[in-house]
């Protein structure tokens, strides 16, 4: 069952110009647990292993933890909600101090 702050695999399918293409890790961003594993439809952030130098992006460093194979760049401005079966495998884990920026960024870009 994807957690809050676990970092996934995802398959997003073919996307239109823009939005996060194929296969690659996101971040799931809710909802809480409490939902329960039911529910059918997590909140994901795409990553990208591109630097662009964007300050709603936040970087997550490759480490055991995270699962990431290189730097990547939590991409807060595509924000998706997408179904389960979307969600291919647990990578690992984004740390605190990263959930916490994006969830400070997303709020800012949410006007909350």
């Keep these: ?3 809050t702050d676990d970092l996934w695999l995802v398959d997003f399918g073919e996307p239109h110009p823009g939005e996060p ?3 690659r890790p996101a971040l799931v961003l809710g909802p809480p647990d409490t939902f329960g594993s039911a529910f059918p439809f997590v909140i994901v ?3 990208t ?3 662009r130098g964007l300050s709603i992006h936040v970087e997550v460093d490759a480490t055991p933890g995270t699962g990431l ?3 990547s760049y939590v991409q807060c401005e ?3 909600s997408i179904s389960r079966r979307r969600l291919l495998h647990r990578v690992g884990a984004a740390p605190a101090e990263v959930s916490r920026r994006v969830s400070e960024t997303v ?3 949410l006007n909350h």
């Design 45 to 47: 952030a795409p990553l």
């Design 1 to 3: 069952m994807a957690s």
């Design 107 to 109: 709020r800012i870009l």
């Design 69 to 71: 194979d290189e730097t």
């Design 49 to 51: 292993t591109k630097r």
């Design 21 to 23: 293409a194929s296969v």
């Design 78 to 80: 595509l924000l998706r």
